[in-house]
């Protein structure tokens, strides 16, 4: 895809964004319709980590029910649209870091190409670790809410969006290493702070896993949470690794921050000091 000047009338950036996202929704459209005919392999293979809480067919396959006439077209629609999204993610992160490539400085271009790779990776690394890990134990402890009160029958449309939104839910958290890793490059907030602060870290982690995941049971907030403590831990050290040099950079202008802070408060007391003799 090719990559916008840095420089153009404010009506060319418009032009440009605009090509962008029509390439963005054709390419979505296109998805949307290939998905629609394969909706229903994609729902069997969606379900298998969770297909033994599901009742079984004449034929072996997990069921799940429709209560209503159109809900099974809503729910073709819906499947082959975020599946669409998924799919699609590459060409969508691709479309917006071109957009804002230009506005970045040409030391700063050259991390386009491994932002997007990696970007890429951690989402389809966060949606396998979801399926691999997460999936079946999540839905064993919602079956087992039910022992003793109830038989559940699963609602294909409840538990498919379920599904989904796990899956969009931990590959958007496994994006946390590019987040810090920036964090640090841009100097935003310095590697010293991050690894100093890390017990607000873990609870703003911990706040955010429990936000993330859509069924709110203890046992997907606390794997999603150790995941997250893992990938961020990770983070820095890569971090550490590869901006060696950087970080101690920030490092000194840090100490340096704070040395002339003292200063200036040993300053201002002496001079509240001389003021009180007075």
């Not at 271009?109 to 932002?115: A, L, S, V």
């Not at 079956?143 to 409840?158: H, L, N, R, S, V």
């Not at 200036?264 to 007075?278: F, G, I, T, V």
């Amino acid at each position: 895809m090719p990559i916008g000047p840095a420089r153009m009338p404010l009506m060319e950036h418009l032009g440009e964004l605009r090509m962008r996202i029509v390439r963005i929704v054709v390419c979505l459209l296109i998805g949307v319709a290939i998905f629609y005919f394969a909706s229903n392999t994609v729902a069997q293979f969606l379900i298998q980590p969770i297909a033994e809480f599901l009742p079984k067919g004449d034929d072996g396959q997990p069921l799940m029910n429709f209560f209503g006439g159109l809900d099974a077209f809503l729910l073709r629609f819906q499947l082959a649209f975020l599946m669409s999204l998924v799919a699609c993610m590459p060409i969508i992160l691709w479309q917006l870091l071109a957009f804002f490539l230009p506005a970045l400085k040409p030391k700063e271009r050259k991390w386009f190409i491994p932002t997007f790779v990696s970007g890429v990776a951690l989402f389809m690394f966060g949606t396998v670790f979801c399926y691999l890990i997460i999936l079946n134990p999540a839905f064993q402890w919602m079956t087992e809410q039910a022992a003793g009160f109830g038989e559940i029958f699963p609602e294909a449309k409840q538990y498919i969006d379920l599904i989904v939104k796990f899956e969009i839910g931990f590959g958007l958290a496994f994006e946390l290493p590019l987040v810090v890793f920036y964090l640090v490059v841009f100097n935003i907030v310095p590697y010293k702070k991050l690894r100093a602060s890390w017990r607000v870290v873990y609870i703003a982690l911990m706040i955010v896993s429990a936000v993330i995941t859509p069924d709110a049971s203890p046992v997907t907030m606390l794997l999603m949470f150790a995941a997250m403590v893992g990938l961020y831990e990770l983070s820095l050290f890569v971090s550490r690794t590869v901006l060696a040099k950087r970080i101690k950079q920030q490092a000194a202008e840090l100490e340096k921050e704070q040395a002339e802070e003292e200063a200036w408060q040993k300053e201002r007391a002496s001079e509240k000091l001389a003021a009180k003799r007075k």
